[in-house]
Nanobody, 114 residues
Framework: QVQLVESGGGLVQPGGSLRLSCVAS????????MSWYRQAPGNERELVAD???????NYADSVKGRFTISRANAKNTVYLQMNNLKPEDTAVYYC????????WGQGTQVTVSS
């Protein structure tokens, strides 16, 4: 059974930082492309960043230079380091992978507000 469990969300002031974590189980993690998506109220879910098994990364234009995705295969964990957070980064952040079908985590709320 595939499980993706996110953590690390919270309330932060503009300009602050958070690190999200997603622990995966039930998959060959080191062989899997892992992604972070986000969804703000009234908006569609959008891709934030992804990282391939080989460590190649891809970012949405809106987060380039501020967010960093990384992975620790020994811990079956993918991270999203978020720096210089802006109010428009407020959303529920989801971990995602695709192995014959889509798998989503339960999401973690990130709120950027003064």
């Amino acid at each position: 059974q595939v499980q993706l469990v996110e953590s690390g969300g919270g309330l932060v002031q503009p300009g602050g930082s958070l690190r999200l974590s997603c622990v995966a189980s039930g998959i060959a993690f080191s062989l899997s492309t892992m992604s972070w998506y986000r969804q703000a109220p009234g908006n569609e879910r959008e891709l934030v960043a992804d990282i391939t098994s080989g460590g190649y990364t891809n970012y949405a234009d809106s987060v380039k230079g501020r967010f960093t995705i990384s992975r620790a295969n020994a811990k079956n964990t993918v991270y999203l380091q978020m720096n210089n957070l802006k109010p428009e980064d407020t959303a529920v952040y989801y971990c995602f992978t695709y192995i014959l079908r889509s798998y989503w985590g339960q999401g973690t709320q990130v709120t950027v507000s003064s």
